[in-house]
């Protein structure tokens, strides 16, 4: 289980979806990181913040059908690797449509969700899923 602190750190990068780009290459990482693993040392100060497109298209899904009993009421559902115009892949839910519905190429746009709670008075948790984008 994931710590308090944990979750406060992470949430500018999860709840904006805010990666790094390295100035010295180009490419744009998510979650976040300090240096590029292409370019290595070449990349350290040169890492910058980067709000990622929510926009983009399913690039492959796939159809949950035995679920964890968190996701129990949920089931079947999708779960997708997104390709956004910034060329990141990103996994996720995709809700707000029947899965068989569900095509590769559809465009999507990520959303801010509840994804769970640590108990009926606990902390609860945030985080992206995917709709359709028409």
Wanted: glycine share 8%; charged share 25%.
């Amino acid at each position: 289980m994931a710590s308090v602190a944990k979750e406060w750190r992470e949430i500018p990068g999860r709840y904006n979806l805010q990666g790094t780009k390295c100035e010295n290459c180009g490419k744009i990482y998510f979650p976040s990181r300090s240096f590029c693993p292409k370019c290595r040392r070449d990349s350290i100060g040169k890492m910058t913040p980067v709000k990622l497109d929510r926009k983009g298209f399913v690039y492959t899904f796939s159809v949950v059908h035995e679920a964890p009993d968190c996701n129990n009421r949920q089931k079947p559902y999708a779960v997708v690797m997104v390709k956004t115009s910034d060329d990141i892949l990103l996994s996720g839910q995709l809700v707000d449509v029947e899965p068989e519905n569900i095509e590769i190429g559809m465009p999507v746009r990520a959303v801010l969700r509840k994804l769970d709670a640590d108990g009926p008075a606990g902390i609860i948790h945030y985080g992206f899923k995917f709709v359709p984008d028409y």
